[in-house]
């Protein structure tokens, strides 16, 4: 331990603290495995912190005191991080810290024991927002981009030398501070600081989801995936035989994708983590990576794959799903009156959309008509025709349907819920207009999809606020399941759409699932108050 720069170090932030600054831009060279610096959206895990630097903002203006925490410090394994950090974390009150990106950057702090600041902004969260999808940037878009675009400069490389790095490190600490004040009134005047105060404060249930990833019994996946293996030698492609062809595919394509898996990703404690992405979607749903555990199939596409995802010993899984959530909101947004009231009645709506196709009562619907109507109901929701409609229940659902059979079904859907016809009139309106002039949807929260002048998407326009919506409601979710769980030694380990799965001591599932569906529902109805909100959670060994 190098007794001395530890105390310099504690001094100088001890120094700093009583200063009360306003703000605090903090920037991190951290490295990966091959010695090279991460990028923001680089994956962080198993790299090294080299370089911390702390840039001090009093009464909100930028100040020339930079603290520069160096390799030689922070590589020294006896070094307590948190305890050095803490007066500046947990001041009173406690200063806004600026992350040029503030998931890697806690997710690398917590791996040193450096607990998350009370208070803290981002700007990669405030750069993608602000860009309202129209760039094309979305959560991994560099700091050095920012910084010309805002403040007219260029940050220094700092790859060649320590010297430079330090250089480049102390610059881009400055810098945050800036952008909070560049980005701040844009934010507010876009009617964004909601949504962007929102995904900040999820960041710290994102990094502690990922820390925890989900058990998985390594040995049976290793078996199914050498099974697919001998499967595959066997298949003889050239021969007559129907199915065999896509039958390889099928299997080519899970040998591709999940043979390594267990071994390349699971960990020595048998838990799998992924790489969350809460903002890489225009729609705010989140996207997974490093595996992206989201594609996992399901039992008829590849068995018993996700039944290798399990509970720990003595603990159960709950696994919860919004039921219809993009009907139940597209209802609230559109707004619908008659689909509100099938919701506000308890019924299906899958059969009340097959009782017009079919011309008889809900009552009297078969199963074959109900998938119909399910198709029905999902396809047509965003705006598929006819021809597009035709393909994706064959693919999706199995159903064989004509062109003019699809165009029927399509009438009747929108004759069951004339509020969803309007609202796409009204979409298609603005299509008209997207011709010569810029448009943007908006979610509840107040997310922004903007669309360029000539490049106006009619399905996107209706997907973004219904997706984006029951997006924001399930973050909600996320953010108070958190502590919730905790409660009873439970925690959240992984979401995949608008699935949460949570593991709990075997002796509190049945609080765990009563935990976890009340709190999804009264999340969601936060934003989405005119129809009832439904929540399907079982108690389960594995995620099958």
């Not at 070094?79 to 001041?91: M, R, S, T, V």
């Not at 560049?182 to 994102?206: H, K, N, Q, W």
Request: with cysteine; proline share 5%; charged share 25%.
């Amino acid at each position: 331990m190098q007794v001395a720069e530890v105390e310099r170090g504690r001094a100088a932030i001890a120094g700093i603290a009583q200063r009360r600054p306003k703000a605090l831009g903090v920037a991190l060279d951290v490295r990966g495995r091959d010695g090279a610096r991460l990028r923001s959206g680089d994956d962080p895990r198993g790299a090294q912190l080299e370089g911390l630097a702390i840039a001090v903002g009093l009464d909100g203006d930028r100040d020339d005191a930079v603290l520069l925490l160096e390799r030689a410090l922070l590589c020294d394994p006896a070094l307590d991080l948190g305890g050095l950090l803490a007066p500046l974390w947990q001041g009173q009150p406690a200063p806004y810290l600026v992350f040029a990106d503030a998931h890697r950057a806690l997710g690398v702090l917590a791996a040193r024991g450096v607990s998350a600041p009370t208070r803290f902004g981002c700007a990669t969260a405030a750069s993608t927002l602000l860009g309202e999808g129209a760039d094309r940037r979305r959560d991994h878009r560099p700091i050095d981009r920012s910084v010309r675009e805002l403040l007219g400069r260029e940050l220094p490389d700092g790859l060649l030398t320590v010297s430079s790095t330090s250089v480049r490190l102390a610059c881009e600490a400055e810098a945050l501070l800036e952008l909070l004040r560049a980005m701040t009134p844009m934010l507010r005047d876009r009617g964004l600081a909601r949504v962007y105060s929102f995904e900040c404060s999820l960041i710290p249930a994102v990094v502690a989801m990922e820390a925890v990833g989900i058990r998985v019994d390594a040995p049976r996946f290793e078996r199914i995936a050498s099974g697919w293996v001998r499967e595959r030698a066997e298949l003889d492609v050239d021969a007559e035989v129907e199915g065999v062809v896509e039958r390889a595919a099928r299997l080519d394509k899970l040998i591709s994708t999940y043979r390594y898996w267990a071994r390349d990703y699971v960990g020595q404690d048998q838990r799998m983590r992924c790489r969350l992405h809460p903002l890489a979607a225009d729609s705010g749903r989140f996207s997974c990576s490093e595996p992206n555990l989201q594609q996992v199939p399901a039992e008829h596409t590849a068995p018993g794959l996700r039944a290798c995802f399990v509970a720990a010993p003595e603990h159960k899984l709950i696994i919860a799903d919004y039921a219809q959530i993009e009907l139940r909101v597209a209802a609230h947004l559109a707004p619908c009156e008659a689909m509100r009231a099938v919701f506000r009645a308890g019924r299906d709506p899958h059969r009340a959309t097959a009782a017009n196709l079919a011309g008889k009562p809900e009552h009297e619907i078969d199963s074959h008509e109900r998938k119909l109507a399910k198709a029905v109901n999902f396809g047509f929701l965003f705006g598929m025709g006819a021809r597009r409609f035709a393909q994706y229940a064959r693919d999706s659902y199995g159903l064989e349907l004509d062109e003019r059979e699809a165009a029927a079904a399509r009438e009747a859907f929108f004759r069951t819920f004339p509020g969803i016809a309007a609202w796409h009139r009204r979409i298609g309106a603005m299509s008209r207009a997207g011709e010569r002039e810029d448009i943007t949807v908006v979610t509840a929260m107040g997310r922004r999809r903007t669309f360029l002048a000539g490049h106006f998407s009619f399905n996107t326009a209706l997907n973004i606020p219904v997706q984006g919506t029951a997006a924001e409601g399930f973050k909600i979710a996320m953010l108070k399941l958190e502590p919730a769980l905790a409660q009873i030694g439970g925690r959240g380990v992984l979401v995949v759409h608008d699935e949460y799965i949570a593991e709990v001591p075997a002796a509190q599932a049945e609080r765990g699932r009563e935990i976890v569906e009340q709190v999804m529902i009264a999340a969601m109805a936060e934003l989405v108050d005119s129809v009832p909100i439904v929540v399907e959670a079982e108690i389960a060994d594995h995620w099958g």
